[in-house]
């Protein structure tokens, strides 16, 4: 039987796996909300069932947070373990919901079908189009595509406490020869991706301290330290002029681009002036002798998220505060060694400050970038088979942001990581009112059928 | 009738004084709430109904806010204004106090008897000293001392919005040979002081708009402007190396300390290290090539007394927020000119910002600063009439605080003010437990008798 059929079977069925799909968003699996544990592991037994019917040995494994839904089937020399996540984000706040974000809906609008519903594109609709692939081949083939393991996490939006844990117990178990991961997004409405380089995160925040207690500036100001006007000649010091991070031996270990991605992603022709004017600005920030997809991809950052002291709130207070305090988040690229550059970061702030001053640190999360080499003829199979399905050439891309996942299955499986995902920039993850595009969930089915077909 | 048996009276009668302080301070005169409203009316009539056993012509003056309480009685070739305040600040947080702030005790402490309440100090207990000396005056002589005005004000702590409008509209009625303040304090605990500079100020509040949202750090951070971070830079570049303050024509008008002055504050032998390490610091900030009390009162400053932007709760948020704020105030001395100043800030920060980025501005109160020609011969009159009570060379001091009531008579009623009180820098003024001591009311009340029989 050829993949054609496999791709009419997917075609004939789509309502009833958007019916399927429909059942797996009616449960509110919000992993962050301890009330929602129950609906967590009901998502996973949801799982475990309809993996099970499809001839998988599925099982819903106990973690001390949400369950982890391991799957085996199939057979074959080539092993793919698949990797999604079937938590959600919290729907607050509410209001701003055009309806309740658990009961999904196929709605029509000026840009096509959506499927309106917390989790829809983030990630249940994803990973649904990795199972419905398996689904439409067994029933078109008879047997799975090659020997696949899924693996499904239920703490992806809460921080994945269990994941390293649960994968170091049980990597014998879960390696694979390559790992798809289906949690990113196409590159444009039109063009399919997959995602080769993933920043690491590392975050900090500190605490400038000074006096010991709250001041009047009219008594003490100008003679005494100000931890505000510390704190910001620090993080003014941190960029140079020409936008590169100051701190030193940040950049060690911060990779060059290989020449064949640059080459792809210079055909990409990304249009900065729109990327920056949809959001109300024009002026590249960052360093200046950097392309705009290497600033956004590929270059390590240094961003402020947060900062505070002093009196915030409404009139005047001369107050001239005790402390002072910032979030500051840096991207990593390459080998750049989060715990390395958290040292460097403390030294260099705590050696400019006045010797009657101090600081104190929490660090945040913190974990490695991930870069996959296209080496692996996996990646151009899947690239050509993504290109197939889309009829416009897939690109290997970057992700500004960190999906520690592809890092870990490198570090704890050893096992390369390929991340195709289908989400569109306006499919409002993390926000009221998501959906997942229609197209995107029955062309994500038929894209992973062929990516199958050439793997297995 | 001397002099002698004026202050033999003060002392006699030092406890009626007292209840009738302790009635005043009963009185929960919060000028910035408006549910306090009748009780600061009753504080005006209380004065009036006092001042009115006295001998005086006293009214309660309506205004918009608060009444001021006008008083005019004695005859004689001097005429004095005596300028204080009957509201107090709000009391907030009441569990931080160790009794009810409107049910006032004496109280020992290791360091003697306190009047604990709130307003003992800031300011009715200041402005009584001057009501009680009038009333000793009056007993022992039947006279009050030489012609006098008072005029004590009831939004004091709330910005005294209707003082500008009151003292143009009564100019004529008000203006007097010299005016008397009473509401600052000892130079240290035993020496008496006449505060001759008093540092104006300029509060503003700025807003960096870059993005028109919050966005992405993974997405946008290094490509798109932090706000955060260009606020850091400007503040950043507020103050130099050492600690001049580079906003371009900052220091017109900054005029140098003349030398009596700066003879006399050589005299007082301050004890910088005492001053910085009592509140847990011990490097000077500000200019390095000025000495600590110039720095304090009479160098202008640019304090940062906020900052704000950004995720600033518990944990982690990759945020590149749309906006960054910051209140910044500036203590000005000599002819600095609020108003240009403001116009030069505003331009050299937004001559800095990147052209997508703007700012929005909220400009807070601003007055210039006040300096005392002590060429008026009242000024060593008062300081020989302070050294005789205190047996302690009085001082001539500055103020790094800003009390705009001085310059105010002088541009509106073109009066010299001699600033003198007993407050001490442990009173707790605007905090929980205020207290004013009794050995400063009452030699409070003593010394304006000697001031008083030198200056009519």
Same mark, same amino acid.
């Given at each position: 039987?050829?993949?054609?059929?496999?791709?009419?079977?997917?075609? +004939?069925?789509?309502?009833?796996? @958007?019916?399927?799909?429909?059942?797996?968003? $009616?449960?509110?699996?919000?992993?962050?909300?301890?009330?929602?544990?129950?609906?967590?592991? %009901? +998502?996973?037994?949801?799982?475990?069932?309809?993996?099970?019917?499809?001839?998988?040995?599925?099982?819903?494994?106990?973690?001390?947070?949400?369950?982890?839904?391991?799957?085996?089937?199939?057979?074959?020399?080539?092993?793919?373990?698949?990797? !999604?996540?079937?938590?959600?984000?919290?729907?607050?706040?509410?209001?701003?919901?055009?309806?309740?974000?658990?009961?999904?809906?196929?709605?029509?609008?000026?840009?096509?079908?959506?499927?309106?519903?917390?989790?829809?594109?983030?990630?249940?609709?994803? @990973?649904?189009?990795?199972?419905? =692939?398996?689904?439409?081949?067994?029933?078109?083939?008879?047997?799975?595509?090659?020997? @696949?393991?899924?693996?499904?996490?239920?703490?992806?939006?809460? !921080?994945?406490?269990?994941?390293?844990?649960?994968?170091?117990?049980?990597?014998?178990?879960?390696? #694979?020869?390559?790992?798809?991961?289906?949690?990113?997004?196409?590159?444009?409405?039109?063009?399919?991706?997959?995602?080769?380089?993933?920043?690491?995160?590392? !975050?900090?925040?500190?605490?400038?301290? #000074?006096?010991?207690?709250?001041?009047?500036?009219?008594?003490?100001?100008?003679?005494? *330290?100000?931890?505000? $006007?510390?704190?910001?000649?620090?993080?003014?010091?941190?960029?140079?002029?020409?936008?590169?991070?100051?701190?030193?031996?940040?950049?060690?270990?911060?990779?060059?681009?290989?020449?064949?991605?640059?080459?792809?992603?210079?055909?990409?022709?990304?249009?900065? =002036?729109?990327?920056?004017?949809?959001?109300?600005?024009?002026?590249?920030?960052?360093?200046?002798? $950097?392309?705009?997809?290497?600033? @956004?991809?590929?270059?390590?950052? #240094?961003? &402020?998220?947060? &900062?505070?002291?002093?009196?915030?709130?409404?009139?005047?207070?001369?107050?001239?505060?005790?402390?002072?305090?910032?979030?500051?988040?840096?991207?990593?690229?390459?080998?750049?060694?989060?715990?390395?550059? %958290?040292?460097?970061?403390?030294?260099?702030?705590?050696?400019?400050?006045?010797?009657?001053?101090?600081?104190?640190?929490?660090?945040?999360?913190?974990?490695?970038?991930? #870069?996959?080499?296209?080496?692996?003829?996996?990646?151009?199979?899947?690239?050509?088979?993504?290109?197939?399905?889309?009829?416009?050439?897939? =690109?290997?891309?970057?992700?500004?942001?960190?999906?520690? &996942?592809?890092?870990?299955?490198?570090?704890?499986?050893?096992?390369? *990581?390929?991340?195709?995902?289908?989400?569109?920039?306006?499919?409002?993850?993390?926000?009221?009112?998501?959906?997942?595009?229609?197209?995107?969930?029955?062309?994500? &089915? $038929?894209?992973?059928?062929?990516?199958? +077909?050439?793997?297995?």
């Amino acid at each position: 039987m050829s993949l054609d059929a496999v791709l009419s079977h997917i075609d +004939a069925t789509l309502p009833q796996a @958007l019916d399927r799909l429909m059942d797996l968003l $009616r449960i509110p699996s919000i992993s962050t909300d301890p009330a929602f544990k129950p609906d967590c592991a %009901r +998502a996973a037994d949801w799982l475990v069932s309809e993996l099970s019917s499809l001839g998988f040995q599925a099982s819903s494994r106990p973690t001390p947070g949400h369950p982890m839904v391991v799957a085996h089937g199939g057979t074959g020399s080539a092993h793919l373990l698949f990797y !999604g996540h079937y938590d959600v984000q919290p729907v607050d706040p509410l209001s701003l919901w055009s309806r309740d974000p658990f009961d999904p809906e196929l709605q029509d609008t000026p840009r096509g079908k959506v499927i309106r519903a917390r989790g829809s594109s983030d990630d249940k609709g994803q @990973l649904m189009t990795f199972v419905e =692939a398996c689904r439409a081949w067994k029933a078109v083939k008879g047997t799975l595509p090659g020997k @696949l393991t899924l693996f499904f996490e239920g703490e992806e939006e809460s !921080g994945s406490p269990s994941l390293v844990p649960f994968l170091q117990t049980n990597a014998a178990e879960l390696k #694979a020869d390559i790992a798809l991961i289906c949690d990113t997004g196409l590159y444009d409405d039109k063009t399919p991706a997959i995602t080769t380089m993933l920043r690491g995160l590392l !975050g900090e925040e500190l605490t400038i301290h #000074a006096a010991n207690k709250d001041l009047h500036s009219g008594i003490f100001g100008g003679a005494a *330290a100000n931890p505000i $006007r510390i704190l910001s000649k620090i993080l003014a010091n941190m960029t140079d002029a020409k936008g590169r991070v100051t701190i030193p031996h940040f950049y060690d270990g911060a990779t060059e681009l290989p020449d064949a991605i640059r080459a792809q992603w210079q055909s990409l022709s990304f249009d900065h =002036a729109k990327f920056l004017g949809d959001v109300g600005l024009s002026i590249p920030a960052g360093e200046q002798d $950097r392309t705009p997809l290497e600033m @956004l991809w590929s270059r390590p950052t #240094a961003e &402020i998220n947060g &900062i505070w002291g002093g009196y915030t709130g409404d009139g005047f207070k001369t107050v001239l505060p005790a402390e002072a305090h910032a979030k500051v988040s840096f991207r990593l690229v390459g080998d750049q060694d989060p715990f390395a550059i %958290r040292t460097h970061f403390r030294k260099w702030v705590e050696d400019q400050l006045p010797a009657d001053c101090s600081a104190t640190w929490h660090g945040h999360g913190n974990f490695p970038a991930g #870069a996959m080499s296209i080496a692996n003829p996996a990646f151009e199979a899947a690239r050509q088979a993504l290109t197939d399905e889309w009829q416009v050439p897939a =690109a290997y891309i970057g992700c500004g942001g960190s999906i520690p &996942i592809a890092g870990y299955f490198k570090t704890y499986l050893a096992m390369d *990581a390929m991340l195709i995902g289908f989400g569109r920039d306006d499919d409002q993850i993390h926000s009221p009112n998501e959906k997942y595009d229609l197209e995107c969930f029955h062309k994500g &089915i $038929r894209s992973w059928a062929r990516i199958l +077909a050439r793997l297995t």
